[in-house]
């Protein structure tokens, strides 16, 4: 079958696109004018536009879900620190002004040993958004405050 006649088309571009499309053809074993072809056929396909669109929604959906992820991560966070507070605060009195000077000389032991405690928590999983169901709504399963 013969190819009909092709038409000649001279293009101006810039030193990084040239050499992109010239590694792109080296890489690919074709013509840098077969590559620039194709790149323009599928530019001026109807679809090109709709497959475009088709990819930015697929990637917009999966930035959609990371950041839900983030945010449920976040809202566990908070919710934890809170709990804790609030746990914390209920089960200890204040001390005495002589207890005092002792509890502040322990706190930094303890303040250090909580960081390793975390440290090998996150090192060895799971966290706690793992333990997490996702299925739990933001609002299933409050308590009253």
């Not at 497959?51 to 879900?65: K, V």
């Amino acid at each position: 079958m013969k190819h009909p006649k092709k038409l000649r088309l001279s293009v101006y571009l810039d030193p990084e696109i040239m050499a992109a499309l010239a590694d792109y053809a080296a890489r690919r074993d074709h013509s840098r004018s077969l590559v620039a072809e194709a790149a323009i056929a599928s530019f001026l396909s109807p679809d090109a536009a709709e497959r475009q669109e088709a990819a930015t929604t697929n990637r917009l959906d999966q930035i959609d879900r990371r950041v839900a992820r983030i945010e449920r991560d976040v809202s566990i966070s908070v919710e934890t620190l809170a709990l804790f507070v609030r746990f914390w605060l209920i089960t200890n009195p204040p001390l005495p002004e002589p207890a005092q000077a002792a509890a502040k000389a322990q706190a930094g032991k303890r303040y250090d040993a909580f960081v390793a405690a975390l440290g090998r928590r996150l090192a060895q999983g799971p966290a706690l958004r793992q333990e997490i169901s996702e299925d739990v709504s933001a609002h299933d399963g409050r308590e009253a405050r």
